[in-house]
Every structure is written in structure tokens, then in C-alpha cells.
């Protein structure tokens, strides 16, 4: 198909609605996974569906046309974050297999399955469990480490809320029952799958479930020491920063990173934005009588 929709119908680009409507109607009745048992005519028919789905709305089909949108209905070049594809290789807006919300089509099916009135004649009941959503969902970084609410658009239209539990990671997926497409019949809902990405944070940064946090301390406190006020995902608080401390030396915050993980704060000495007279002369002196090799290696059990 490669991702032209008229070409999954059999279809030129200028069929007309009706002819885009009465090829899906074809191929429904011949390639139906519960009419004919060929996986080949299942993924005929995923097409076919995902290809009516777009073409039927006439907004969509001309975005399509005019290259605004691909077969997904996915913009060019970006993506959008919420109405990702509705099934693994499926249609963004999730629609089912395009049958559901359409009466005409409805009664295709009420034919094929017996629906029509209730089962007559021999006829059954259609039931059909409802389209699984799949979205992509950013969250702020505080938020997955602390847990939180956030609302996603639905394909169908309104929001729904999300509970974000704490310490989700970037990549994890959050299952949400029943709220998928509608099913058919006795058909229970789909389900929406979550996959979420966590949005970068300017301070902090995660380490399995550890934080970690860069903190800039001065040089009179790198030599003396002193208590400082530390930025947590909970809130700041103090920590002693012992004398004589270098930069990239680790302190540890127990119990403040995600889910009982602790915080790690990694000290960088941040100089004076102006080395005055003063305290060039001062290093003048004290490097005179206490001068030492920052580079020299240890010696060997010394």
C-alpha cells in the first residue's frame, strides 16, 4: 500500500465519495477477519479500514492530498503527542475499523452479522471488544518523579484525567481499562496504553531512583565549610557542606530521591566573578608557604 490510501481501496484520487464509500463496503464484506479466516485478507482489511477512516472526512482527505498529513493522519513532518497511532500500525484518530460511527456502514455489518433487528432467521449478535487507544503522553519532570494529574485529549473529542503515579520513568507504559473505543454488541471497551516521556528537568537529573543535583558552592565555602540550602523534588533543604570540599565530590541526601532512593549532590566550586587585589594577594602569600600540585597522583600506600 505504501501509504496511499486509494490505492488500499482499488481507488483513483478523484473517486467520488460515494465510490470511496461503496469500495470499503467490497472489501468489508470479502476480507472481514470474522468472514474470511486468511490473515491476508485481515491485513486487507485493517487497510482498507484505516484508509476509509481518512478519506471519508473531507477536511483529512484534503490535508491529505495536499501533503499536509500522511495515511496516519500525522502531520508533516512533526508528529502530535496526544493522537499517536491508535493501534500498532493503526489510525491515529481511532476510530475502530471506520464502521462504527458511520449508520450506513453500520448496516453493512447488521447484513454480515445478523444484528439488524435482533437475531432472526438463525442470525446472531455481532459483539466486538472495543479499539485499544495508544497515545504518547510528555510529562514535566517533578510530576513522574512525585506523582500527579495530568488530562489527555480523546479521539473522539472531549479529555480525560490521568493519574501519573510516582517515579514513573521515561518509556514506561500506563494501562488505563476500559477506556479505549467503545466495543460493538456485548463487546466490553478497549483500553488506552500510555507511553510516557519525561520532559528534562534544568536541575535535576534521574539515576535509577536516585536524583541527582549539581550544586554550585563558593570558594570561601568550599574552604571553610557551612550550611547550604539544597533543592530537592520536595523542597530545598540544608546540608552541610564540609571543609576543604572540591568540586565533583558526591554528598548524599538519604531517602529524597524517588520511591525511597536517596539524593546525590555533586559540589562544583563557582569563583568570585571578580578576583580583586585583595584576594590575589592573599593566594600570593598562602601559595608561597602552602603551595601544593593538585595533579600529583597519590603515592602508592601513602
Same mark, same amino acid.
Given at each position: 500500500?505504501?501509504?496511499? *490510501?486509494?490505492?488500499?481501496?482499488?481507488?483513483?484520487? +478523484?473517486?467520488? =465519495?460515494? =465510490?470511496?464509500?461503496?469500495?470499503?463496503?467490497?472489501?468489508?464484506? $470479502?476480507?472481514? *477477519?470474522?468472514?474470511? !479466516?486468511?490473515?491476508?485478507?485481515? #491485513?486487507?482489511?485493517?487497510? $482498507? $479500514?484505516?484508509?476509509?477512516?481518512?478519506?471519508?472526512?473531507? #477536511?483529512q482527505r484534503r490535508r491529505f492530498d495536499a501533503g499536509e498529513i500522511d495515511m496516519q493522519g500525522q502531520e508533516r513532518p512533526q508528529r502530535r503527542s496526544y493522537r499517536e497511532q491508535a493501534e500498532a500500525a493503526g489510525h491515529p484518530y481511532a476510530r475502530g475499523y471506520g464502521f462504527e460511527s458511520d449508520p450506513d456502514l453500520s448496516d453493512v455489518f447488521a447484513d454480515l452479522f445478523g444484528r439488524r433487528g435482533g437475531p432472526q432467521g438463525g442470525g446472531h449478535d455481532f459483539h466486538m471488544r472495543g479499539q485499544d487507544y495508544r497515545f504518547g503522553l510528555e510529562v514535566d519532570f517533578l510530576t513522574a518523579a512525585r506523582g500527579g494529574k495530568t488530562r489527555i485529549s480523546l479521539p473522539e473529542g472531549g479529555d480525560l484525567e490521568v493519574a501519573i503515579p510516582r517515579g514513573v520513568r521515561d518509556g514506561q507504559t500506563i494501562r488505563l481499562r476500559g477506556k479505549g473505543g467503545a466495543g460493538m454488541g456485548q463487546g466490553g471497551a478497549g483500553d488506552a496504553y500510555l507511553t510516557v516521556s519525561?520532559?528534562?528537568? !534544568?536541575?535535576?537529573?534521574? #539515576?535509577?531512583?536516585?536524583?541527582?543535583?549539581?550544586? !554550585?558552592?563558593?570558594?570561601? =565555602?568550599?574552604?571553610?565549610?557551612?550550611?547550604?540550602?539544597? *533543592? +530537592?523534588?520536595?523542597?530545598?533543604?540544608?546540608?552541610?557542606?564540609?571543609?576543604?570540599?572540591?568540586?565533583?565530590?558526591?554528598?548524599?541526601?538519604?531517602?529524597?530521591?524517588?520511591?525511597?532512593?536517596?539524593?546525590?549532590? =555533586?559540589?562544583?566550586?563557582?569563583m568570585p566573578p571578580k578576583v580583586d587585589d585583595e584576594l590575589a594577594a592573599f593566594f600570593e602569600e598562602w601559595r608561597g608557604r602552602h603551595g601544593y600540585d593538585p595533579r600529583a597522583r597519590p603515592k602508592a600506600g601513602g
Open positions: 500500500m505504501s501509504g496511499d *490510501p486509494y490505492a488500499a481501496l482499488g481507488l483513483a484520487r +478523484t473517486a467520488s =465519495e460515494a =465510490e470511496i464509500k461503496a469500495a470499503y463496503r467490497k472489501i468489508a464484506k $470479502a476480507d472481514h *477477519p470474522d468472514l474470511n !479466516p486468511d490473515p491476508a485478507a485481515a #491485513e486487507r482489511f485493517k487497510a $482498507a $479500514a484505516r484508509a476509509y477512516d481518512l478519506l471519508k472526512d473531507p #477536511e519525561v520532559a528534562p528537568h !534544568p536541575d535535576f537529573r534521574r #539515576e535509577g531512583d536516585d536524583i541527582l543535583v549539581v550544586l !554550585p558552592i563558593g570558594l570561601d =565555602e568550599a574552604v571553610l565549610g557551612g550550611k547550604v540550602a539544597v *533543592p +530537592t523534588i520536595d523542597g530545598p533543604v540544608n546540608m552541610t557542606i564540609p571543609k576543604g570540599a572540591s568540586s565533583g565530590r558526591r554528598l548524599r541526601l538519604r531517602g529524597r530521591g524517588i520511591n525511597g532512593g536517596d539524593q546525590q549532590v =555533586e559540589l562544583r566550586i563557582v
